[in-house]
């Protein structure tokens, strides 16, 4: 199985300041197809997961533009440009490249 | 709107089987794969198993392979989880998830499974 490792797990921010999660799998995600299955989501206290970003860098519907997700191969990154109240949660990376799909262990989110 | 309807947890004990039900609307349920993933108390996320979208192909986590089976009834909108020979860690709040190309993107909200003896 493919195992994904998140840095930070925890990261206290500041609001209005950016926020940065590292996301590093142990093998390369190109599909034989060319894409790259490395998404994000985003969960909140008390609620399901909610995906904010697919195909490393894609957008989901609704999704802040304050949410850039990057990277390539082995590494990827979620960047917050400014964190607000509301994105105070647990983000994970998933992989759907190769079966089975894996999390990462999750990065906690909180206000400072 | 899509909507990811959960049922069927409860406590049961160690060895005993349990099926869950997720009930789909708002979209074609029929043209969609559909996934299962799990959160143990105070865990993260686990995925499970995957289902095509005509229930020709399957796909299943390490930890639950040959003890639970993923299944759909696309004439019912519905998709399960038969999950025999529970043990303590399979604990947890299962979801029910739509699937597209390489990702998740609706998520029901979760049913409690609790194995104790």
Not at chain 1, 50 to 74: C, E, H, M, N, W
Not at chain 2, 21 to 46: H, I, K, N, Y
Not at chain 2, 58 to 71: A, E, L, W
């Amino acid at each position: 199985d493919i195992v994904l490792t998140q840095t930070p797990l925890s990261s206290p921010v500041t609001l209005g300041q950016p926020a940065s999660i590292s996301c590093r799998s142990a093998q390369r995600l190109e599909h034989s197809n060319g894409k790259t299955y490395l998404n994000w989501l985003q969960q909140r206290p008390g609620q399901p997961p909610r995906l904010l970003i697919y195909q490393i860098s894609k957008r989901f519907s609704g999704v802040p533009d304050r949410f850039r997700g990057s990277g390539a191969g082995t590494d990827f990154t979620l960047e917050i440009s400014r964190v607000e109240a509301e994105d105070v949660g647990i983000y994970y990376c998933l992989q759907g490249t190769h079966f089975p799909w894996t999390f990462g262990q999750g990065t906690k989110v909180e206000i400072k | 709107q899509v909507q990811l309807v959960e049922s069927g947890g409860g406590v049961v004990q160690p060895g005993m089987s349990l099926r869950l039900s997720c009930a789909g609307s708002g979209f074609t349920f029929r043209d969609f794969g559909m996934a299962w993933v799990r959160q143990a108390p105070a865990r993260g996320l686990e995925w499970l198993a995957l289902i095509s979208p005509d229930g020709s192909a399957k796909y299943y986590g390490d930890s639950v392979y040959g003890r639970f089976t993923i299944s759909r009834d696309n004439s019912k909108n519905t998709l399960f989880l038969q999950m025999n020979s529970l043990r303590i860690e399979d604990t947890a709040e299962y979801h029910c998830a739509r699937q597209h190309e390489g990702f998740v993107d609706d998520w029901g909200q979760g049913v409690l499974v609790t194995v104790s003896s």
